[in-house]
C-alpha cells in the first residue's frame, strides 16, 4: 500500500512551519508517498519558503489557491490526490518516523475505517506553564480516550475526528462527500458524524504520535475556544441534525455556584497574569494552578466571550 499514499497539508501563513512537517516526513521509514501542500491564500513568504524547499522533495507538490479555509483545501488537495489512501496533517504537526507505517499497519486490518492518531505536545521545547497544562490535557484526554479492548475502535456515540492527524481510503471520504466547505473549524467534528451515520469505524491510536508544534498563550487559547464555539454554532445553523444523537458537543449552563467562580475568574487581569514571564501562579501546586487556568479558560471562552482579554 505504501506506493498509493497521498499526504494532503494544508497552510496558511506557516512559512514557520511548513519546513518542520516536511523534514518529518523526510524521516518517516516508509518514504513511497507523495505530499501534497495547499497553500490557502498565504500573505507571508510561504511561497518563497515552499520553491526552495521543493529543489529537496521529488514527491512535494504544491497548490496555491485563494483563501478559502481549512475544509476548501483539504478537498482541494484530495482532488489533486493520485493514492487512494489518504493521510491529513495540519501543518504545525511532526509525525515521528514510525507514523505512516503504523497507520498503514491498521488499514492492513481495517481496511475500511478511519483512523485518529494522537497529537502531543513536545514537552523538550515548550517553553511557558501554559503551555504545559496544555501539553498536560492533551496527554489526560489521549488516555481517557483510548480504548485497548476494542483495539482503539470509538464509541459511535462518542465520535471524534481530528483532521490534525489522521488516515483514510480516499474511496471513503468521496464517499462521505468530503469536508463541508462551508464550516472553517468544526469540520472534522462534522465528518466524524457523518462516518458515524454511514457506519464507518473510527478508531483513535494513542500509541501512533505525532508532534504537535502549538506554542500558546492563555490569551490565543482562549481565541481558539471562541472560534470553536462560533464553528458549532454555524454547524448547528447549516446542518442541525449532526447533533440530534450528539448532545456532548452542546455547551452546558454552568449552576450558580459554578457561574460565579468562572464569572470571577473571567478577567483579563488573569489572562495577563497568566502570560506573563512574572506568573506567580506557576509556583502553586500543579492541580490548583491547573484548575485555576480551567477556569480562566472556560470562563472567557465558553461562558462569559464578550468580555474583553486583551
Known amino acids: 500500500m505504501a506506493n498509493r499514499i497521498s499526504i494532503i497539508v494544508p497552510t496558511y501563513n506557516g512559512a514557520n512551519k511548513i519546513p518542520h512537517i516536511l523534514e518529518a516526513l523526510s524521516q518517516q521509514s516508509i518514504q513511497d508517498f507523495e505530499i501534497i501542500v495547499v497553500v490557502d491564500g498565504s500573505t507571508d513568504n510561504t511561497q518563497e519558503v515552499l520553491t526552495k524547499i521543493k529543489q529537496s522533495f521529488h514527491n512535494l507538490h504544491i497548490i496555491y489557491q485563494a483563501n478559502g479555509g481549512r475544509s476548501v483545501s483539504r478537498n482541494r488537495g484530495v482532488a489533486a490526490a493520485k493514492g487512494d489512501y489518504l493521510f491529513f496533517f495540519d501543518d504545525d504537526m511532526r509525525p515521528t518516523p514510525s507514523v505512516l507505517a503504523q497507520h498503514l ?61 489522521c488516515s483514510m481510503p480516499k474511496a471513503l471520504f468521496e464517499k462521505l462527500e468530503g469536508f463541508d466547505e ?81 464569572s470571577f475568574f ?33 470562563g472567557l471562552g465558553v461562558h462569559f466571550t464578550e468580555r474583553k482579554i486583551n
Open 266 to 298: 473571567a478577567r483579563q487581569y488573569w489572562v495577563k497574569l497568566i502570560d506573563s514571564p512574572q506568573n506567580l501562579l506557576k509556583y502553586l501546586p500543579k492541580a490548583l494552578k491547573y484548575r485555576i487556568y480551567d477556569w480562566v479558560i472556560t
Open 182 to 262: 462551508r464550516l472553517t473549524d468544526s469540520e472534522d467534528f462534522d465528518l466524524a458524524v457523518k462516518a458515524v451515520q454511514a457506519h464507518i469505524p473510527i478508531y483513535f491510536r494513542p500509541d501512533i504520535i505525532a508532534w504537535h508544534d502549538d506554542f500558546i498563550t492563555c490569551q490565543s487559547y482562549i481565541k481558539r475556544q471562541r472560534e470553536y464555539s462560533k464553528s458549532h454554532l454555524k454547524l448547528r445553523q447549516v446542518a442541525p441534525e449532526r447533533y440530534k444523537d450528539f448532545p456532548q458537543y452542546t455547551a452546558i449552563k454552568p449552576d450558580f455556584p459554578k457561574n460565579i467562580v468562572y
Open 105 to 165: 499497519a491498521h488499514a492492513e486490518k481495517y481496511p475500511d475505517s478511519i483512523l485518529v492518531g494522537t497529537t502531543l505536545e513536545d514537552e523538550r521545547i515548550l517553553s511557558s506553564d501554559i503551555q504545559y497544562y496544555k501539553s498536560f490535557l492533551s496527554r489526560k484526554w489521549s488516555k481517557e480516550a483510548s480504548n485497548p479492548e476494542t483495539e482503539g475502535r470509538q464509541d459511535p456515540k462518542q465520535p471524534f475526528l481530528t483532521a490534525a492527524h
